[in-house]
Structures are given as structure tokens and as C-alpha cells.
């Protein structure tokens, strides 16, 4: 059984940065696609940035919104993904989970970010 685990959200102000982290247990994590998602208020869960481990290729896809501002990683020695947002701004506001799959999803419980001034 994979847990996944989320931390690092907060209150930012608009322009801010935050770095999100996700550790996942249960063996086996460099075989796992990870990825971020997030959720706002009202609106469906929509994928941020995904991130595979091909032959240590650490090359991330994003949803076009959050392109050239944040940037997905992974360091498969700590089972961890991490997730840095620069530049934020109030439509970034959401609860952020992290998805480990392989065949099988398993998510964590997430994290809040809230961008407000």
C-alpha cells in the first residue's frame, strides 16, 4: 500500500513563491508517475504538472497555466516529488494533491494554498 503525503501549503501574496512537497511510502517510487493537482473551490480537480522517471529523465509536463511559473521535480532516493510555484496569483488558490500511479492512483489528502494580498 503506497501513502502519499502533502506539505508546504500556506498564505502567499500575489508574486510569491511556494514549494510544495509530497513523499510517498511503500517501496518502489521511482517506478511511480507522480504528479500535482489541484482543486479550487466549486470547480473540478485539474492536473498542474505531471512527472515521469524515465531512465532518470526528470522532464515535467504542465497545464499551459502554470507553464514558465512553476516547475515539477523528484528525488527518487527520499520517495519524494516537489512542486515550486513562483510567481503566484489569486487563481492559483486551491487545495493541491499529489498523485502517485502506477496502473494503480493513489493520492494523498493535500495541502491549501491560499494567494491573497
Known amino acids: 500500500q503506497v501513502q502519499v503525503v502533502e506539505s508546504g501549503g500556506g498564505l502567499v501574496q500575489p508574486g510569491g513563491s511556494l514549494r510544495l512537497t509530497c513523499t510517498a511510502s511503500?517501496?518502489?517510487?521511482?517506478?511511480?508517475?507522480m504528479g500535482w493537482f489541484r482543486q479550487a473551490q466549486g470547480k473540478e480537480r485539474e492536473m498542474v504538472a505531471t512527472?515521469?522517471?524515465?531512465?532518470?529523465?526528470?522532464?515535467?509536463d504542465y497545464a499551459d497555466f502554470v507553464k514558465g511559473r512553476f516547475t515539477i521535480s523528484r528525488d527518487n532516493a527520499k520517495n519524494t516529488v516537489y512542486l515550486q510555484m513562483n510567481d503566484l496569483k489569486p487563481e492559483d488558490t486551491g487545495v493541491y494533491y499529489c498523485r502517485a500511479k502506477l496502473g494503480t492512483e493513489y493520492w494523498g489528502k493535500g495541502t491549501l494554498v491560499t494567494v491573497s494580498s
Open positions: 512527472i515521469t522517471n524515465v531512465h532518470g529523465d526528470n522532464r515535467g
Open positions: 511503500g517501496g518502489g517510487f521511482m517506478w511511480y508517475g
